[in-house]
């Protein structure tokens, strides 16, 4: 219900007449309850009422309950009204922060950068629930494929990212058929732009849950994953446990690197997350303006720390899941001004469509995938 709260207030508003913001905090989530059952699923309108109407009073808001009734009743008689959205010819970043359901200050700052339509399928693609994608641990995609589809399901094969899309079976039963991970593509090709040479000490910095990390493990001689979170780290030992990837676990901030030296460092780093809306869709609603800056603070002080276990030709890789530039571009430019040392460094991967900086960006709206970012800095020799 979270990726549909923007729209649900703007089917209510015209029905509470000192407006949403004056009504009692707890009413709110249980008139959007409602005004969801009467308009998207399949339930009588008089029962989506009496039961919102029982919720306001077990909730001890009883004297609300005509409030919670009549609204509800005026709401499923209007329907699903396009006309309580903002024309989008008048107001565009209106319309489609109402229609689609996000901030508007996140629609204001996406049109600056996309048009119209770009956005728009940005936001359609935040209100879908995304596919279920699995990398097997040993790459044999076609063998992994048959093995699915034996059991019943629907299995396409991405040869790029390297990984699968599949359907019609659940998470922990594909699991156990094909030893490997759960990764969006967006991810996957992160880790094949990040391109360890075979046999390299890797190091992932900011490593939990892990799917990076076992991604690069399968390539690396030796990877070590490091995160301040143990209870995270407590999913990434499971899956390691599952994979048998070669992968030691550490608790420590990527600050101050557990290790003196690795050929190539990954700093998958703490982000606004804009890239991954449609997996975490309450994110939006707690995201602030501020936050792009706020986390570019902590990303680049991230970076500061890690740099100093990267030797002369090996490499950092910088990634995050954000879509804002001051997160990805902008980090990176604030690193190398200060960082001399270092330069971008792309692998040579035709398969990879690399920007003509050398970064990787990968775009929601023009993938269908999740987004993500990437930058491989070489230290200079």
Known sequence: MARNQGRLDALL???????????????LPILRAGVY????????????????????????????AGLVNAVLRAAARAGDDPSVHPDPQVDPAGHLASWGSHPRWLVERWLRRWSYGEVRDLLILNNTVPELHLVPMDGDLEGARRRLVDTGAEVRVLEVPGCLVVDGIAPERMLEIVPGFVQDPGAALVCRYAAPDPGALVADLCAAPGGKALSLARRAGYLLAADPSIARLALLRENVRRTRARVGLVCARAEAPPLRTADLVLVDAPCSGTGTLRRHPDARWRLRPEDPARMAAVQLRILRGAQVVVPPGGHLVYSTCTLEPEENRGLVEAFLGENPGFEISPPEDEHLEIEENGCLEVLPQRTGWDGAFAARLRRRT
């Open 37 to 64: 059952q009467l308009l998207h699923l399949d339930v009588p309108d008089y029962a989506a009422v009496s039961q919102a109407v029982e919720l306001a009073r077990a909730e001890g808001r009883g004297r609300a």
């Open 13 to 27: 508003a015209p029905h509470v007449h000192r407006g949403l913001d004056a009504l009692d905090p707890g009413l």
